[in-house]
Every structure is written in structure tokens, then in C-alpha cells.
């Protein structure tokens, strides 16, 4: 059984910064990809961010390119989203996702393996 647990949303001015945390438990951590995903209100949900298994590659959505990171932590089973410089059009509810493939050139599919969700507002 996988499990994902976000954290670290919240309500933020524009220009700030937020660090989002997924906790995996369930399988051996550094067997899979894990992304984040968002979905803001009246939109479909997209691809922001994703790390390989080892750490060693990362992949971003245009949007978010230069102002977000990504990351990941064995030893704690978490993966991090650092999100700088953010802009209202950040403003989503962001899942993490396991499972997928996320590494194309093309669209991002997301795994079956979904956290519930933590919100990000961010004020003008």
C-alpha cells in the first residue's frame, strides 16, 4: 500500500516562498519517480515538477522553471517542492503523485498514486 502525504501549503504574498513536503511510506522510497502535480479552481490538473528514483534528474513545467526545485530525501522518505519567487498563478491545490511517467518530452501521465492535497494561495 502506498501512501503520500503533503504538507507545507499555505497563504503567501506574491514574491515569497513556500517548501511543500511528500511523505512517502508503503514501498521502498527510491524505487520510483515521484512529481508534484497541481490543480487550480476551473482548471485541470498539470504537471509541475518531477524527481528520478536516484535524485539525480529532475524535470519542470515551463511555468515554473528558474523559480521552483525540486528534491528528495532518502533518509526521511520525503520529497520537496522549494517554490521562490511565486506568482498568483501559482495559487493551486498541489498533490504529490507516484507511479507515472514523467520524464517525456510530451505530456506528463500521472501514476495511480495520489497524497491528498495541500493548498497554495498566494495574495496580490
Known amino acids: 500500500q502506498v501512501q503520500l502525504v503533503e504538507s507545507g501549503g499555505g497563504l503567501v504574498q506574491a514574491g515569497g516562498s513556500l517548501r511543500l513536503s511528500c511523505a512517502a511510506s508503503g514501498r521502498t522510497f527510491n524505487e520510483y519517480q515521484i512529481a508534484w502535480f497541481r490543480q487550480a479552481t476551473g482548471k485541470e490538473r498539470e504537471f509541475v515538477a518531477a524527481?528520478?528514483?536516484?535524485?539525480?534528474?529532475?524535470k519542470y513545467a515551463d511555468s515554473v522553471k528558474g523559480r521552483f526545485t525540486i528534491s528528495s530525501d532518502n533518509a526521511k522518505n520525503t520529497v520537496y517542492l522549494q517554490m521562490n519567487r511565486l506568482k498568483s498563478e501559482d495559487t493551486a491545490v498541489y498533490y504529490c503523485n507516484r507511479g507515472g511517467y514523467y520524464f517525456t518530452n510530451g505530456p506528463k501521465s500521472p501514476g495511480p498514486y495520489w497524497g491528498q492535497g495541500t493548498q497554495v494561495t498566494v495574495s496580490t
Open positions: 524527481i528520478s528514483s536516484s535524485g539525480s534528474s529532475t
